[in-house]
T-cell receptor, first 122, second 112 residues
Framework: GAVVSQHPSWVICKSGTSVKIECRSLDFQATTMFWYRQFPKQSLMLMATSNEGSKATYEQGVEKDKFLINHASLTLSTLTVTSAHPEDSSFYIC??????????????????FGPGTRLTVL | GESVGLHLPTLSVQEGDNSIINCAYSNSASDYFIWYKQESGKGPQFIIDIRSNMDKRQGQRVTVLLNKTVKHLSLQIAATQPGDSAVYFCAETYSGNTPLVFGKGTRLSVIA
């Protein structure tokens, strides 16, 4: 259980075009999804937190107008890279959060990761 | 031995030896920690986790140690195999209620 898929797994596009990446939770519902970006030989950096039915929360330095996030259902979030440029080339990884229970006043969640999407902008 | 490159430090070990990968986490409020393995071109793969009420947890061939005093995690891999070659990241969160924040990562290279 708790499988997260991404589509496409890789994409090559021309500079100036827009690219949409889909993230799906296959066997569970995720009220919250996260988008990460990873440049070569670096760690995963959180871009934004997406809650179903509401606007995404972007991390500092991430342009919300460039990286459009839509979380229309409990199993699907999309990231659209608008007017992509070569510096947007990166590995984009989504993650979905599942509620696991509570202990006292603390609730516990788990995050599951997708396989990533390699974006190359020419 | 360990070397620090431009971005990811690399740990090279002989096949069959034990590996120790270290991580410093940043938020003293974090209470849940996970080690991930990432192979080239793939997403992070869960290895082992530990909550802050523990200082050690063992899995199959892997052990995680947590030192909250100095905000330090380590991952020990016993009898390292070529298939263990990958990049390893630690990640922290507050009970999973905050997004996972990843450490810088270490590349493990196993020499056959």
């Amino acid at each position: 259980g708790a499988v997260v898929s991404q589509h496409p797994s890789w994409v090559i596009c021309k500079s100036g075009t827009s690219v949409k990446i889909e993230c799906r939770s296959l066997d569970f519902q995720a009220t919250t999804m996260f988008w990460y970006r990873q440049f070569p030989k670096q760690s995963l950096m959180l871009m934004a937190t997406s809650n179903e039915g509401s606007k995404a929360t972007y991390e500092q330095g991430v342009e919300k107008d460039k990286f459009l996030i839509n979380h229309a259902s409990l199993t699907l979030s999309t990231l659209t890279v608008t007017s992509a440029h070569p510096e947007d080339s990166s590995f984009y990884i989504c993650s979905a959060r599942v509620f696991r229970g509570t202990s006292g006043r603390t609730s516990y969640n788990e995050q599951f990761f997708g396989p990533g999407t390699r974006l190359t902008v020419l | 031995g360990e070397s620090v490159g431009l971005h990811l430090p690399t740990l090279s070990v002989q096949e069959g030896d034990n590996s120790i990968i270290n991580c410093a986490y940043s938020n003293s409020a974090s209470d849940y920690f996970i080690w991930y393995k990432q192979e080239s071109g793939k997403g992070p793969q869960f290895i082992i986790d530990i909550r802050s009420n523990m200082d050690k947890r063992q899995g199959q061939r892997v052990t995680v140690l947590l030192n909250k005093t100095v905000k330090h995690l380590s991952l020990q891999i016993a009898a390292t195999q070529p298939g263990d070659s990958a990049v390893y990241f630690c990640a922290e969160t507050y009970s999973g209620n905050t997004p996972l924040v990843f450490g810088k990562g270490t590349r493990l290279s196993v020499i056959a």
